[in-house]
Nanobody
Framework: QVQLVESGGGLVQAGDSLRLSCAAS????????MGWFRQAPGKEREFVAS????????YYADSVKGRFAVSRDNAKNTLYLQMNSLKPDDTAVYYC??????????????WGQGTQVTVSS
C-alpha cells in the first residue's frame, strides 16, 4: 500500500502559477511511476502528466505541454506539479497517482484524495 496526499491547490487568476505537491507514505515511493490527473465538473478524469521512477522521463498531455512541469524528490517521497500560465480550462480537481508502466502502458493502483484548482478569468 502507498498513501498519497495532495496539497497546494487554490483559487488563482488566469496567467498565475501554482505548485501542487503529493506526499507519499507506505511502500517505497521510488519504485512507483507517478502521475497527475484532473477531473473538471461534468467531465471524465483525464491524464495530465507522468514521471518515471527516477525522474528521467516525463510525459504530458498536449493541453498542458510547455506550461506544466512534473518532478519528484525520492528522498522526500514527494511528487510535484508546477503549473504556469494557468487558464480557466485548467480548473479541476487534481489527483496524484502511483503505478507502473509496462509495454508502453501506464497503470495506476493508488490515488490521492485530490486538491481543487480554480482559475478565474
Amino acid at each position: 500500500q502507498v498513501q498519497l496526499v495532495e496539497s497546494g491547490g487554490g483559487l488563482v487568476q488566469a496567467g498565475d502559477s501554482l505548485r501542487l505537491s503529493c506526499a507519499a507514505s507506505g511502500r517505497t515511493f521510488s519504485r512507483f511511476r507517478m502521475g497527475w490527473f484532473r477531473q473538471a465538473p461534468g467531465k471524465e478524469r483525464e491524464f495530465v502528466a507522468s514521471i518515471s521512477t527516477r525522474g528521467s522521463f516525463t510525459y504530458y498531455a498536449d493541453s498542458v505541454k510547455g506550461r506544466f512541469a512534473v518532478s519528484r524528490d525520492n528522498a522526500k517521497n514527494t511528487l510535484y506539479l508546477q503549473m504556469n500560465s494557468l487558464k480557466p480550462d485548467d480548473t479541476a480537481v487534481y489527483y496524484c497517482a502511483a503505478g507502473t508502466r509496462s509495454d508502453g502502458v501506464e497503470s495506476y493502483d493508488y490515488w490521492g484524495q485530490g486538491t481543487q484548482v480554480t482559475v478565474s478569468s
